[in-house]
């Protein structure tokens, strides 16, 4: 961009000159990025929808099962009615059991926006993108879900574009600064979900709604709703064992677990349980970084 009137600094012309970019990163994060020598080229994002409900249950079907107990190998636990009167309206069993159609639609549209985001980071010669964010939810009352991931890439000062695919990381600032300094460099960042669907048992059904056991017990105190602990427990071990399906004997750091309940009708729900985290990979020794120094004073 030329100034033939000369009417700009000499400094603002230069920067016109050298192009314009764009960050997600906080001026703190962004002043870190530069003191490791990393320099932020522009923001990268990916997105993908995908409609929820014809694809799980349709996808349940195809592979040769109910979506109503399981799929062999996966979670499946059942639990029996320990009353001797029953009526049509009394649940005569309950059970818990893994959507892994569910759990494998996700993997699919969370991969297909990080591909997509790391495609845009291609493009820009990044060697890595920093400070990620994802979001997943519905944008309309239909089950279509939107997965969007989003980050700032970054090069190193002076090198020429990588020949391999971007590394990536939640991490920026000083918490990657930090992870540079502990021998670790960033791989990818890790993300996996559990799903457990919950057919309330009629125990769990009183003691879902407050009525607990004094019509059936003569011990009418607190009592442990066995099967929700049960189904929580197993979302959080199928999650963790999808995360170390992922590392190949890599490093996890900064793990971030969330757990959700949705109820569909009375006595049936789902546990879902969301894991984040970064794939990390030692290549030296502890060495801390120089001391930043600073660049401005305020005396």
Known sequence: MGNPSG??????????????????????????????GFEPIGLVQGFCAMQWGWYTMGG?????FSPYGGAPGDYLENYQCPHGMRSAEHRAWGQNYEQSWIEGAWREGFTSAYSRMLEEAIALGAHGVVGVLDTVGEISDLGV??????????????????????????????????IFEAGYVPVSIIASVASVRVWASCITEYLLEGLGMSMWAANSGP?????MVSARTAAREIVRAHARQQLDGDALHGVDVLVSEREFERGDMEIQCLLRGNRLRRFKDFDPLPVPQPTVRLS
């Open 7 to 36: 009417d700009l600094p000499e400094a603002v012309e230069r920067r016109f000159a050298a192009g314009a970019f764009s960050s997600g990163l906080s001026v703190p994060d962004f002043a870190a990025c530069l003191d490791m």
């Open 145 to 178: 879900i939107e997965f969007h991931i989003r980050g700032t890439a970054i090069r190193v000062t002076g090198a020429p574009p990588s020949p391999v695919t971007p590394w990536t990381t939640y991490l920026a600032g000083q918490r990657l600064t930090k």
């Open 223 to 227: 009592a442990e709703v066995e099967q």
């Open 60 to 64: 349940a079907f195809r592979r040769g």
